[in-house]
């Protein structure tokens, strides 16, 4: 009969780190997902906070749930009922282009169309709201 000692069977080993095959921004892998959904997160609950101080005021919006997901070509989400949902892969982005998803569905509970009206509403706190959306095009089919 052999007997393990406690040292080897308990073994602490540290976090391995995560292998992509792909770039971050066109990866399902779950890891990934799980070890970056609570920075994605903070970050959008405090860039939503820091944006409803001035849409909640001037335009009477207010926001449902907020939800992070590992969505496979969305950047972000608005149902009718106002709930947002944000892909976690924003954390990832220049800040630039962060405020933009995140001011885009915030005027989604306004707007829930692509209007002149929704986009007039998107540049009053994103003037470069066209750069900035060719830019995440570009990040999307891989060019960046």
């Given at each position: ?10 073994r ?22 799980l ?8 970050l ?8 409803m101080q001035?849409?909640g ?5 207010s926001v ?10 969305r950047?972000?989400?608005c ?11 924003l ?12 001011v ?10 692509h ?8 540049g ?6 066209k750069?900035?959306?060719?830019e995440?095009?570009?990040?999307g089919?891989?060019?960046?």
């Open positions: 009969m052999k007997f393990f000692s406690t040292r080897s069977f308990f602490i080993t540290r976090p391995r780190p995560i292998i992509l095959r792909r770039s971050i921004f066109h990866t399902r892998s779950h890891k990934l997902y070890a970056n959904k609570e920075a994605a997160r903070a959008v609950h405090a860039r939503i906070a820091h944006f001035y849409y005021s001037r335009h009477g919006i449902g749930k907020i939800a992070i997901r590992n969505q496979r070509s950047w972000g989400s149902s009718r009922k106002g709930n947002l949902n944000f892909n976690y892969k954390v990832f982005l220049a800040p630039a282009q962060q405020d933009y998803v995140i885009h569905e915030i005027c989604h509970v306004k707007e829930f169309n209007a002149k009206s929704f986009w007039n509403l998107v009053e706190t994103i003037p470069e709201w750069k900035l959306r060719a995440l095009r570009r990040v089919q891989g060019e960046l």
